[in-house]
């Protein structure tokens, strides 16, 4: 079992910046990925972007590249979103998730077998 505890969340004027930040606890062992997803009110859950656990390959979705940074704490087994630019489209729940088949898609929601609870990220205008 894999416990996922985000954390940072809130509100924020256009423009500015959070870091989200994401907790892992219980298995480690053969951990393939984390990644970040949000859902906005009435649609579906997105990506956002992933990291590879071991060797640390980043992906990140058009809508957030070159704005948001995925990176990652092996020792603390954290992981982390940096949100610069900020717009009130970014407004959603952002989940984080984590991924034990290596080589799986990434961008993909059925890659991943463990979900955080979600933080609510609100961007004002």
């Known amino acids: 079992q894999v416990q996922l505890v985000e954390s940072g969340g809130g509100l924020v004027q256009a423009g500015g910046s959070l870091r989200l930040s994401c907790a892992a606890s219980?298995?480690?062992?053969?951990?393939?990925?984390m990644g970040w997803f949000r859902q906005a009110p009435g649609k579906e859950r997105e990506f956002v972007a992933a990291?590879?656990?071991?060797?640390?390959?980043?992906y990140y979705s058009d809508s957030v590249k070159g704005r948001f940074t995925i990176s990652k704490d092996n020792a603390k087994n954290t992981v982390y979103l940096q949100m610069n630019s900020l717009k009130p489209e970014d407004t959603a729940v952002y989940y984080c998730?984590?991924?034990?088949?290596?080589?799986?898609?990434?961008?993909?929601?059925?890659?991943?077998?463990?979900w955080g609870q979600g933080t609510q990220v609100t961007v004002s205008s």
């Open positions: 998730a984590a991924d034990h088949r290596a080589g799986s898609l990434l961008r993909q929601r059925s890659s991943y077998d463990y």
């Open positions: 219980g298995r480690t062992f053969n951990r393939y990925a």
């Open positions: 990291v590879t656990w071991n060797v640390g390959i980043t």
